[in-house]
């Protein structure tokens, strides 16, 4: 198996031969050089990149997959607070490498399909699809370390609104069941 140094990963390689002599890629892809990825996060420090390790191979039934694992942080904006947030993003992944939708539509449920053109994977874009992927919809600071805290000791530590006790309300019917008592 060979292995590529912890720098830069390459934007573009062969993946099909890469499978065929089970190589691991292992580097970084700077955050800076992802401009989908750029626009859904609020930042990151500067000359962040996401750690990648990328292991080429065939499976039982000579398909090319691709196993992945990442790692990045970068700054979320917590849907409580507004206020900037450090969020680490993992993921583990394997792939189907595939050139048609028709390949895509045979991969079993288990892999997912990256499509490629014949020699031809931007790993780059492999990077930056799976962290979208792995971006929380809602990303929120714990509760104890939220600014937004004190906004929020109105709440039950389960989340819901603190029911205030409040006087009794009567019954608007209640005059309809004294009417019918004094009927009888």
Request: with cysteine; proline share 8%.
């Amino acid at each position: 198996m060979s292995k590529a140094s912890n720098a830069e990963l390459p934007k573009s390689v062969d993946p099909y031969r890469l499978a065929e002599h089970k190589t691991t890629l292992e580097g970084f892809v700077p955050l800076s050089g992802l401009s989908r990825f750029r626009e859904a996060v609020l930042g990151f420090e500067d000359g962040a990149g996401c750690q990648v390790r990328l292991s080429f191979s065939q499976d039982s039934e000579r398909r090319r997959i691709v196993s992945g694992k990442l790692d990045a942080t970068v700054d979320l904006e917590c849907q409580r607070c507004m206020s900037p947030m450090a969020v680490r993003l993992t993921s583990d992944f394997v792939l189907g490498l595939v050139t048609t939708d028709e390949q895509a539509q045979q991969l079993p449920r288990d892999l997912e399909p990256f499509l490629t053109e014949d020699f031809n994977a931007d790993l780059w874009s492999m990077v930056e699809d799976e962290l979208l992927l792995v971006l929380p919809p809602f990303p929120l600071h714990g509760l104890d370390e939220c600014p937004a805290r004190e906004d929020l000791e109105a709440y039950e530590p389960d989340g819901g609104p603190v029911e205030h006790e409040s006087p009794a309300k009567e019954n608007p019917f209640s005059v309809l069941a004294d009417l019918k008592k004094t009927k009888h």
